[in-house]
C-alpha cells in the first residue's frame, strides 16, 4: 500500500493538558499543583482566568484517518483552532502524537511560520546550505540548486547578508524557495503566503502546482484563502474541533467549511489567539477588537475599537484592512488614517465604510505597519481578524439583489449625460 502514498495517518489522536505546567520556573509550577491538590486558587493565575479549567484535557486532534497519495496536492481548511496547524506540526516532526500512527514515506521541507528552519545570524546562502543538508543531501547537490533557488527567491542582492536583517517579505521568499527546490518528496505549506506580494504569491502557487504535477511531490497546503485553495489542490479535507469531517473533491470541501461557522461574528475578538505569522518586529501587537453592531445596513459605516500593546512608541502607525467575501475572494484593501502608537495599552476607534458592498457576508486581515523614511515596517498580522454582515435595507426600487450575477460591490451610479 506504500507504494502509492506518502502519508498514512491512522487514528491520530492529539491532547494538551490545560494549566499543568508553564508557570515560568519551577517553584511556580509547584505553587499551582500545590493549589490544586488543596482546592484552592492559583496563586499565578491571572487575573479573569476560568480556574474550571485548570487540569482539564483538551484534544486538538481527535481520531484523525487520512491517506496522502504521492504527487498529490491536498487542501487543509478549517476554522482557527480545528486543529491544522497542529496536524502540520505532528507531520513535521516538531510535536508527538498522543495516540495513532504516522507513516511517511519520503523526505519533507515544511513551511510552518515564515524563516522555518533559519538561523538569524547566518546569511541566506549559508541557511541554504544548512537546510539542504539537514535534508541529506552532498554540497554538490546543494550547489547545483543554488542558482535556481536564489533567482527564484527575487533576494540575490540580499544573499550573503544575514537573514536576521531581511524583512518578512524577504524572509518568505528566501524560505519557499529553499522549501520549492530542494531535494523532498512532501511539501508542508502553512498560511506562509499571506506575507509575500500578489505576484510572488502567484508564482509561488504555480511552482506548487509544478512540484506535485510534474515533479510528483506531494503538496500538503493550508490556508484561508478559498481561490488559492481552488487554484492548487485536486482535493481537500475540512478539520473542525480536532476532527476530520470531509474529505474530497474540492469545491465540496470549501462549500462545507462555509457553511459550518467560517465566518462567526462576534461583538468582541481575542485578536491574541489567531494564527500568527513571525518575522515581523511584534514591537506593537494588536490583542483586541470590539465591533458595535456587526450587521450593518447598505450604506452605514461598521464601527469597531482596535487595542493594541505597544513595548516602545512608534510614529506613523497605520492599519491596513484586506477585504474578502465569503468565499475568500479578495475584494479591495483600504488604508486608515496615520498616529502615534504610544508605549503600553492603547486603544482606537475606526469606522469602515460599507456603502459599496452589496448585501451579504464579509471578514477582513489586519495588517498593523508604520513608515519609517518612506520604508513600510509590518508589526503584527491578524488573518481573518473579524467577520461581518452586509444586510439588504432594500432601497434599490424594492428588488432583491442578486449576488450571483451582479457581484459583491456595488459600483455608483451611471451618469446622464446631456
Known sequence: MSGENAIEIRGLKKQYRLGQIGGGTLTADLQSWWARVRHQEDPNSKIGTDQRRIGQAFMALNGIDLTVKKGEALGIIGSNGAGKSTLLKILSRITAPTEGTVDIY??????????????????????????????????????????????????????????????????????????????????????????????????????????????????????????????????????????LVFCGETEKAIEIYENNSVLEKRSEYDLTRLSRITGLTNVARMERLRIACSDVGMNQQLKFELQCMCDSPIQNTMLRFVLFDKRGNTLGATYSNMWDLVSGHSAREFALDCSVLAPGEYYADIILISYDGGIQIRHDIAIKAFAFSVREDNILYNMEWNRHGWGCIRLPSLRTEG
Not at 518568505?172 to 506575507?195: G, N
Not at 504535477?213 to 474541533?241: A, D, F, P, W
Request: include cysteine; glycine fraction near 8%.
Open 106 to 243: 519520503g523526505r519533507i521541507t515544511s513551511m510552518l511560520e515564515v524563516g522555518t528552519g533559519f538561523s538569524p545570524e547566518m546569511t541566506g546562502r549559508e541557511n541554504i546550505y544548512m537546510n539542504g543538508a539537514i535534508l541529506g543531501m552532498s554540497r554538490a547537490e546543494i550547489d547545483e540548486k543554488m542558482e535556481e533557488i536564489i533567482e527564484f527567491s527575487e533576494v540575490r542582492e540580499f544573499i550573503d547578508t544575514p537573514v536576521k536583517r531581511y524583512s518578512s517579505g524577504m524572509y518568505v521568499k528566501l524560505a519557499f524557495s529553499v522549501a520549492a527546490h530542494l531535494d523532498s518528496e512532501i511539501m508542508i505549506m502553512d498560511e506562509v503566503l499571506a506575507v509575500g506580494d500578489v505576484n510572488f504569491q502567484q508564482k509561488c502557487l504555480k511552482k506548487m502546482r509544478e512540484a506535485a504535477t510534474i515533479e510528483g511531490k506531494t503538496v500538503l497546503y493550508v490556508s484561508h484563502n478559498m481561490n488559492t485553495i481552488r487554484q492548487l489542490c485536486n482535493r481537500c479535507i475540512v478539520l473542525n474541533s480536532g476532527k
